[in-house]
């Protein structure tokens, strides 16, 4: 099979988070069976200028696909236009619903084209994604589907979650196949325990809808000691500036640290450095830093609003509501108070879960049978 993808962010760049991960894993791992082609951006999330180690406006040979990187602008679309109408594919395969440029465009000339569509929105129909900027949202979802532009379209789903998310928002008649993500294949290696202040960390870009304030607001309520080590992008500034304001009003014995970018290469041997990933986000369809978090041995403390759920029963974590903010702190508090040996048991039942889980083909396998799917349906 023959596939041209779109999304929005690429290698070399990182800023643009999971959605990142999910289609390096996914050529990484099913790189050998199908034939992948991607069209990106020629810069990294919020930047203005290209990427130096790449050539724009041209095919680079990127691991196991072809990766052209389109420039901004006019171009841009003309070149992306080009593309589509070559017709070399057997399937497009679009990673965001919202985005004009990597996903509305393409799949406009794919329509007029006749080509197979799958489009993986990626999180963008959680409740919590679809609060930010709803009007313009809302009006966007109403004219897709006053259009009639979800017919014939694939929808993949990362869960049973994300797929009655998009029942919700597109109707029970769209065609879904359940999908997960491609998860990382690395763990940590040895695990390092802390004897002090409880140590967490958050790595995600700050933005509304990872909830970083929300979390800042929980630390008030943590009697004992605490470090927070803050890193991701600042893809907000008027968000981050509310964040700095929160963290000025913290008592003494909470420490918030922002730690700046942290490269996708260094995250797994950054977080087995900490006792707890802290990350009450709004909404993922998948969540790749959360999968990392485990790999890397570390239990999650997170909202109820990815896929990772009944973590408490597993022993790797908590998933909680936010509507019960002092839940959250109970957590932090409990775990604050606990031994070093205590948090190593923790830490090695995380590691194990995480090696069992990860190694498995499933998710792989899912995958390519989405695809084989989109290949026959007529």
Request: proline share 5%; glycine share 6%; net charge positive.
């Amino acid at each position: 099979m023959n596939i041209l993808c779109f999304t929005g962010s690429y290698l070399p760049g990182y800023k643009g988070g999971g959605p990142i991960k999910t289609i390096k894993n996914l050529f990484d791992q099913t790189g050998d069976e199908i034939n992948f082609k991607l069209i990106t951006s020629d810069r990294d999330l919020g930047d203005t200028f290209p990427y130096t180690s790449i050539t724009s406006g041209d095919w680079n040979q990127v691991g196991k696909a072809s990766v052209f990187y389109i420039k901004p602008g006019k171009s841009g679309y003309t070149q992306t236009a080009r593309i589509l109408r070559n017709k070399d594919y057997d399937i497009v395969y679009l990673n965001s619903f919202f985005s004009f440029r990597f996903s509305f465009f393409p799949l406009l000339i794919s329509k007029t084209l006749n080509k197979k569509i799958v489009l993986g929105p990626r999180g963008e129909f959680s409740e919590g994604a679809l609060s930010l900027k709803s009007s313009k949202k809302r009006i966007f979802i109403f004219l897709f589907k006053l259009l009639r532009l979800h017919k014939g379209i694939i929808f993949q789903a990362s869960s049973n979650y994300e797929a009655n998310d998009i029942r919700r928002v597109l109707g029970h008649n769209v065609d879904i196949h359940i999908a997960e993500d491609i998860g990382t294949q690395e763990f940590a290696k040895d695990i390092n325990t802390t004897s002090n202040s409880l140590n967490t960390v958050f790595i995600s870009r700050i933005s509304p809808k990872k909830n970083l304030l929300f979390a800042l607001e929980i630390l008030k309520k943590v009697q004992q000691p605490l470090t927070y080590d803050i890193y991701g992008p600042i893809e907000d500034v008027d968000y981050w500036q509310q964040c700095e304001t929160a963290i000025k009003t913290l008592p003494p014995h909470i420490q918030v640290n922002y730690k700046g970018n942290l490269t996708p290469d260094n995250v797994i041997n950054t977080l087995r450095n900490y006792d707890l990933f802290f990350f009450p986000t709004k909404g993922e369809n998948y969540g790749h830093v959360i999968a990392e978090a485990l790999c890397a041995g570390l239990p999650i403390l997170i909202a109820n609003t990815t896929p990772w759920r009944n973590l408490q029963e597993l022993g790797i974590g908590w998933d909680l509501p936010l509507t019960n903010p002092d839940a959250f702190s109970d957590v932090l508090n409990n775990l604050a108070t606990m031994s070093p040996e205590e948090h190593l048991a923790m830490r090695q039942n995380v590691l194990a879960w995480a090696k069992n889980k990860f190694s498995q083909r499933d998710a792989i396998e899912a995958n390519i049978a989405l695809f084989k799917y989109a290949y026959h349906k007529k």
